[in-house]
Structures are given as structure tokens and as C-alpha cells.
DNA sequence: CGTTCGATGCACT
DNA sequence: GTGCATCGAACGT
């Protein structure tokens, strides 16, 4: 099978292009520990100052930064004092954009997967295949990503994605979840017959 | 099934 | 001081 790296020119696009497109990529992260990869099965993208829910609503700060930057860097960033949150920037230089990523089914490592979330406290039902990357919180636990991933280049080092011809064959598009501004915009795909989708609207 | 709520760090006002 | 792009346990139905 083919393992080609997403080139930059794939994330220097419209975001919902790329967000569409990201449904059915791969998610690799070699780390200390053992290398952990999966399918990415749900996304959301965030737009622009003009997108309330999006980090750069407020126009330029410390934190936001990178999604002003290079397309194809990672934004990873602390969640409710507990969670690194893992997006990949789109656009273009000046464009403040990117795609969260929320959900993976499980492709390589699942073992180390499985004691990265059970040392973080999770459940022995929440590290079954469906649930084990199943909310953006819990995959970058499996990944073992944290805020040390920010800003990285995922052209160059041990956190990339790549296409092995696993593409979705239906992407559906829902509202964003988990948000208290901004639910009007429908910038969640999923993969429609996915079982490792998070939150309640798996379907259409 | 459903809803509520505490944990927890830090950027931003 | 306030408010999160969350998670999972606890509780009510």
C-alpha cells in the first residue's frame, strides 16, 4: 500500500476543502513509547476573525498565532486546563484557519494506545477500538500529542499525516459540537459510517 | 436513556 | 477574575 505524506499544497487550500478531504487521511505520531497512528473519521474546521467559535476571533494574540502562519504546521493548544487539542492550519499566510481534529479509528499501536489512556484514567470500555481516539481530547492522549507539538511542521518531523487510500466514501456534514458560539456554521464532517465518531449526531 | 457537574491551566479582559 | 473547540462520573427518569 501506498503511504504518501500530505504535501504542504494540500493544506494550502479553502478549509472546508481540506476538512472534506481530511476524512479518511491518516494520523501518525512517533513517539517515545511506540509509534500510534489512525483514520481520521471526524473534523471541524474554523474560519477566519470572522468565525466566533474560531481561536482568531479576537484578531491576533500570543496563543492564536499559528493559525496566522504556515498551512500544513500543527495548533495544538490547552483545552479547559486538561486537554491538548490537535489542528492542522489551512489557508495561507495572514488567513487565520485550521481543522481540529476530533476522532480516529485506530490503524498501528494500539497497545501503547491502550496504556497511554489507561495511565491517563480512561475506563477499560473507553479503550476499545471505537472509543479509543473517539473525541479530540482522548486521541491526543493515544498520540501521546501535546502543547511540545505546537507549531510543529508536519512535513518534516514525527507527527505527520499521510494517504493510504482510506478514503470515506460518504462525508456527511453536521453543525459544530462542543461549542457555545458559532453552532450555526454546519464545518463538522464525519465519516457517515464510522462507529468512532464522538457526540450524539453520527448520522445525518 | 437523559442531564448536571467537578477537575484543571492558562490566555485574555 | 472569567471562560473555555472536554471528559467521565454521578445522578435522575
Not at 35 to 47: D, F
Not at 75 to 88: A, D, I, Q, R, T
Not at 107 to 123: H, K, S
Request: net charge positive; with cysteine.
Amino acid at each position: 500500500m501506498s503511504r504518501r505524506r500530505l504535501p504542504r499544497s494540500f493544506y494550502a487550500r479553502p478549509t472546508l476543502d481540506v476538512a472534506r478531504d481530511l476524512v479518511g487521511m491518516v494520523l501518525v505520531h512517533r513517539a517515545d513509547g511506540g509509534t500510534a497512528a489512525g483514520r481520521i473519521v471526524e473534523v471541524e474546521a474554523y474560519i477566519g476573525e470572522d468565525d466566533p467559535a474560531c481561536h482568531a476571533a479576537p484578531g491576533l494574540t500570543a496563543r492564536n498565532a499559528p493559525l496566522y502562519g504556515t498551512p500544513g504546521l500543527a495548533y495544538v493548544y490547552l483545552n479547559y486546563g486538561l486537554h491538548s487539542l490537535m489542528n492542522v492550519v489551512t489557508e495561507r499566510k495572514g488567513q487565520p484557519a485550521a481543522v481540529l481534529i476530533r476522532a480516529l479509528e485506530p490503524l498501528d499501536g494500539l497497545p501503547i494506545m491502550q496504556r497511554r489512556r489507561t495511565a491517563a484514567g480512561a475506563p477499560p470500555h473507553r479503550v476499545t477500538p471505537d472509543t479509543i481516539c473517539q473525541g479530540p481530547g482522548n486521541l491526543t492522549v493515544a498520540l501521546a500529542i501535546t502543547l511540545a507539538q505546537n507549531r510543529a511542521d508536519l512535513q518534516k518531523g514525527t507527527l505527520f499525516l499521510e494517504d493510504r487510500g482510506l478514503s470515506a466514501a460518504r462525508v456527511v456534514w453536521t453543525p459544530r459540537i462542543g461549542i457555545r458560539v458559532g453552532t450555526d456554521r454546519h464545518w463538522r464532517a464525519i465519516d457517515a459510517v464510522s462507529r468512532a465518531v464522538s457526540g450524539r449526531a453520527r448520522t445525518v
